[in-house]
Each structure stands twice: as structure tokens, then as C-alpha cells.
């Protein structure tokens, strides 16, 4: 049974920095794209950042585009998100994603991920 467990969110002022962490069990992600979305309340959820399976494709959202910093380590199965310079309007729940299909392209939408985390909420206060 596949797991995504994800952790490091929390409390943090505007300014500050967080990194969050995916670790998937169950299955060997290393040949699936992978990605963060995030969920506000009373928003849609939406694609924050993307990584091709061997990491050497990214995508971000233009609105943390310089901020946030997403990264793989394959041996570890583990998917990261650091996010500096947080702002208020980061606050959300934020979900770790990874495509189902091997060597598949990073997907743009949370219909092209197959597998999901429970969300860690993420509060970055004024």
C-alpha cells in the first residue's frame, strides 16, 4: 500500500523559512514525477512546484517562482519543499503528489497525480 506521509509544516512569520518533506512508502518513486500542491480555505487547490524523476526538470508557480525550492533525493524516496520568504497569502494546507506512470512529465494538474498526502498546513502569520 502506497504512503506519502508529509512534515515540517507549522506556525512561522512572514519572512521566515520552512521545509517541508514527503516521504512515500510502499513503492519506488524514483522513475515518477512528483509535486507540491497547496489548498487555501474556500480555494481550489492548486500546483505550487513540479520535479521530473531525475530531478532535472522543475516547475513553480509564478507566485513563490524565487522562493521555494523544490528538490528530490531518490535513494530516500523523499520529495522536499523548501519555502523561503514566506508570506501570509502561503498559508494553506500543502500536499505532496507523485504521478503514477513511470517516466512520465512533471504534471501541472492534480488530476495527472495518482497518489496524494494527507496535507500539512502550512500558517505564515503578518
Known amino acids: 500500500q502506497v504512503q506519502l506521509a508529509e512534515s515540517g509544516g507549522g506556525l512561522v512569520q512572514a519572512g521566515g523559512s520552512l521545509r517541508l518533506s514527503c516521504a512515500a512508502s510502499?513503492?519506488?518513486?524514483?522513475?515518477?514525477?512528483m509535486g507540491w500542491f497547496r489548498q487555501a480555505p474556500g480555494k481550489e487547490r492548486e500546483i505550487v512546484a513540479a520535479?521530473?524523476?531525475?530531478?532535472?526538470?522543475?516547475y513553480y508557480a509564478d507566485s513563490v517562482k524565487g522562493r521555494f525550492t523544490i528538490s528530490r533525493d531518490n535513494a530516500k524516496n523523499t520529495v522536499y519543499l523548501q519555502m523561503n520568504s514566506l508570506k501570509p497569502e502561503d498559508t494553506a494546507v500543502y500536499y505532496c503528489?507523485?504521478?503514477?506512470?513511470?517516466?512520465?512529465?512533471?504534471?501541472?494538474?492534480?488530476?495527472?497525480?495518482?497518489?496524494w498526502g494527507q496535507g500539512t498546513q502550512v500558517t505564515v502569520s503578518s
Open positions: 520535479i521530473s524523476w531525475r530531478g532535472g526538470l522543475t
Open positions: 510502499g513503492r519506488t518513486f524514483s522513475s515518477n514525477a
Open positions: 503528489a507523485v504521478r503514477g506512470s513511470n517516466w512520465a512529465p512533471p504534471g501541472l494538474t492534480e488530476y495527472e497525480y495518482d497518489y
